[in-house]
């Protein structure tokens, strides 16, 4: 295949190399498009005050919901970001001991405790609406977090409040000002029921055909010069190829910066295999690279790509 940025043949470049993709629209969250049933879930979240539960496969959008929703309220976004280790005292606060043990010992300690707080996004989140400010928090991938983390947590979502025993100073959020918790998951764990009961719960399911269309006519500008049949060819190979028993379905960023490459390529999905040539047929085998991620995943979409 010709054209490529890496030569490997032990020769420098004459000119520099070309910058990074910069065409992708993929996390402007004034570019996301939440389906009926998603907003009908974030208006009831909304007017009840509970928590948002968003499930589905990785990459279907669930995150860009919380980026979207704070851009269009105009409020700031606090991401906590899910660990196999995290704990409910991660979401609150952290005392940092170990610091205080050490000013102590060469008697640089401070008088004021506050000074060895370190306040998570929950913990920050209802400060500010004790403050008066609103802000969405959005705890990502909740299901990587140990069972018990849920309901550890479940007093101080369901009330908004909570107390740092080591100052003894209590945080109460203001109701007119409570946070928009979203919680995501990809259910590879399920979630305690005592949590799940105060939550609005919602499952994003994967999008359309029409529906990718447009996801993709919004967010690749570069398909701007492509005709409709080509950008109803590039969605209808994507599809068959998550419909071909892979390990892994290609997900929605998958599919933009897959649509983004074809683009910088010149490669026209909407013709046969035929029609490209030997040279546009290796250079759209090279581009399922973008979209497999395993040998057996990728050998299967080559193989669908020489039909």
Not at 190 to 208: T, Y
Not at 234 to 257: D, N, T, V, Y
Request: glycine content about 8%; charged content about 25%; aromatic content about 6%.
């Amino acid at each position: 295949m010709t054209g490529r940025i890496y030569q490997g043949k032990g020769q420098q470049r004459s000119e520099p190399a070309p910058p990074w993709s910069g065409n992708l629209r993929q996390f402007d969250p004034q570019f996301y498009e939440p389906s009926e049933p998603l907003l009908d879930a974030v208006h009831v979240a909304l007017t009840l005050g509970q928590p948002l539960l968003l499930t589905g496969e990785a990459g279907c959008g669930k995150t860009q919901l919380a980026h979207s929703l704070a851009w269009e309220l105009k409020v700031p976004l606090l991401t906590f970001q899910t660990r196999s280790t995290s704990t409910h005292q991660d979401l609150l606060y952290r005392y940092d001991m170990l610091r205080h043990f050490q000013d102590v010992q060469l008697q640089r300690a401070r008088a004021d405790l506050e000074t060895y707080i370190e306040y998570g996004e929950l913990g920050q989140a209802i400060r500010m609406a004790e403050r008066g400010e609103r802000c969405v928090l959005l705890i990502d991938e909740s299901d990587k977090a140990p069972r018990d983390l849920p309901n550890d947590i479940l007093n101080e979502v369901e009330r908004m409040q909570f107390r740092v025993k080591e100052t003894g100073r209590e945080f109460k959020a203001d109701p007119l000002h409570r946070p928009i918790p979203i919680l995501t998951s990809n259910i590879e764990r399920d979630i305690p029921d005592a949590f799940l009961r105060r939550c609005v719960f919602h499952h994003v399911g994967f999008p359309n055909r029409d529906q990718l269309r447009s996801i993709v006519a919004k967010r690749v500008p570069g398909v701007q010069g492509w005709t409709g049949e080509s950008l109803d060819a590039a969605i209808g190979r994507f599809l068959a190829i998550r419909e071909l028993g892979l390990e892994k379905k290609p997900s929605i960023a998958e599919l933009l910066g897959w649509v983004d490459l074809l683009g910088r390529m010149g490669i026209d999905p909407g013709k046969s295999a035929n029609d490209l040539g030997a040279e546009g047929r290796a250079a759209l085998a090279c581009s399922y690279s973008a979209l497999a991620k395993s040998e057996k995943d990728l050998m299967a979409a080559k193989e669908h790509s020489g039909r």
